[in-house]
């Protein structure tokens, strides 16, 4: 079993599980989140050119801010829409 730590606060942890990765990006929709910090839109901006140099379909997503979780009606949005979610963790 794999362990995810988790940076929220909670004073019982929920468990949770890891998904399982696609072998191949082909025919699936990547969902690249800034988190709101410092330059992550960069790292953002040339990961969307490699995947779209491949053919992935890319959408982009964007938290409020970085200081607190991501907003659930966000969240729901990107889990109907995104095969795969990349999150930019830069400052």
Request: one cysteine or more; proline letters at 8%; a negative charge.
């Amino acid at each position: 079993m794999t362990t995810v730590l988790d940076p929220t606060d909670e004073s019982r942890p929920a468990a949770r599980t890891v998904g399982s990765r696609p072998e191949d990006l082909t025919g699936r929709t990547v969902g690249l989140l800034d988190i709101a910090k410092p330059r992550g839109e960069v790292f953002l901006d040339r990961l969307a050119a490699l995947l779209a140099e491949r053919g992935v379909t890319v959408r982009r997503y964007a938290k409020p801010t970085f200081t607190r979780p991501m907003p659930a009606d966000l969240r729901a949005e990107i889990a109907a829409e995104c095969d795969v979610v990349i999150s930019a963790l830069a400052d």
